[in-house]
């Protein structure tokens, strides 16, 4: 579904290179784990796949097309397939919680009846209803990681990107969390976090993929967080 | 989708209260600065036609002048491409009018009585289109003079070299005000745009990590753009009209000093009877400019 082809990402001419020569295949309804230091290349694998940055060397597939061909309504058009999760939320500050989903809903064209019907059953799997009309700002950081993964998913996108989802997280919201992504793995959504919580890596038990120095290093199905 | 656009405009104006509230002070004063560069443009322009109106060039004719040798100068005057009227002042009208401006200095008085004629001459009052042209007129007339037996034989004197330093002096600030003006508009034409695009972009600046959670959302430029040039928009119209409701009770408070001032310029007057002209420059100015600087500093975040 996912392949990434011999993919490297130089940021400046003459540093080291941020990822190096990738070569990574993910199946449909897979949970991957990406693990790695802090500068291993883990969010900047994730970055290419959205497109945010183009990859210096290499390919990136998603289903049979090339990410580095789409042209501009193409891009958007992925972007709306794949739900992203960031360390620090990104909600939009000025919107509420059902503004904030509504957004994801609206950028993809649906009417305002659908907007009306899914946005609070999106809410309800994610368990944060009563908090339909806050702001961001009134939230708590595992609400608004909640109100993020809600977001995300209202499009049913075929892949969800997590980068360090639980990275500002207290253990109990990690938890929290972590059995929310597992369970829209469950429903058959991909998903790919980059993380290097040892704990949550161990609680998910499925396929680790570990970085070090912009390389995989070991690509184990059912691994366990080893650096 | 442009319902959406405009509701999530509406929307974001009244909730980012202080940055809308900066930006509409900000945009506030430009248009102020432009409504003053209007109406001081049209005060200038009133004023120095004041002055041009009272400069004239005088021929004066003999006293022996007959009407019908007054009347062919004045259709030969009037066909001159530089003149723009001619007025024929009689010799009693020359009187009346010598009596008037004398009538507290009692010796010319006795002297003028002691004469027993009108010793006044019929004379013709020349205004020309522009102050640089009176020069040509005078030296049409001068050769007329000059011309035994012709129409301009019976002139007796024209006033133009009298007055030539002062008309000199006047066409040279007439045309240095205009360009002034021209100048001192543009620079602050210019400063307020610049100060209005900076402001807005500051505010636009404020939601850059909004812009770029929706490019990863996957929303489309204008889906992204259109809510900050609603916004934009949004600020110019209500400063437009802030400008506007304070300037009807400042012009009407400045109106008789400025017309005292002035001469034949009323500050109120003007803007009531420009009023329509006034509100679409004024608006118009407001939202184009929001609209503009909002598209423009929307653009730097975009990822194409």
Redesign the interface.
Known sequence: MIYYDKVSKVYLNGAPAAVHDVTLNIEPSEFVSLVGHSGAGKTTLLKML?A?IQPSAGAIYFGSRDIGTLR??EL?????NIG?IFQDF?????KNVYENIA??L???GRSDEDIQADVPHVLDLVGISEKIWSFPRELSGGEQQRVAIA?AIVNQPDVLIADEPTGNLDPINTHDVVEILKKINDLGTTVIMATHNKHVVDEIGRRVVVMENGSIVRDDKQGKYAL | MIK?VGRYGL??FI??GFISLAAVLVMTITLFVFAFLLIGSAALHATLQTLTDKVDVTVYFTTDATDQQIQDMQKALQALPQVASVDYVSRDQALAAFRDRHKSDQLTMQALDALGENPLGASLEIRAKQTSQYETISKYLTDQQAQAGGPGSVIDKVNFYQNKTAIDRLTNIIQTSNKLGAAIAAILGIASLLIVFNTIRLAIYT?R??I?????????HW?VRGPFMVSGILYGAVSGIIVLLVLYPFTAWLGPSSEQFLGAFNVFDFFVSNFALMFFAIMGSGVVLGAISSYLAVRRYL??
Request: charged share 25%; hydrophobic share 40%; net charge positive.
């Open positions: 959205f945010e501009n309504g958007l058009e992925l972007r709306r992203t990104r909600l939009l500050a000025t957004f994801a609206e950028v993809a977001r | 959406r929307i974001g909730r980012n939601a990590d909004e770029g959670v929706m490019n990863v959302v996957g929303a489309s889906y990822q194409s």
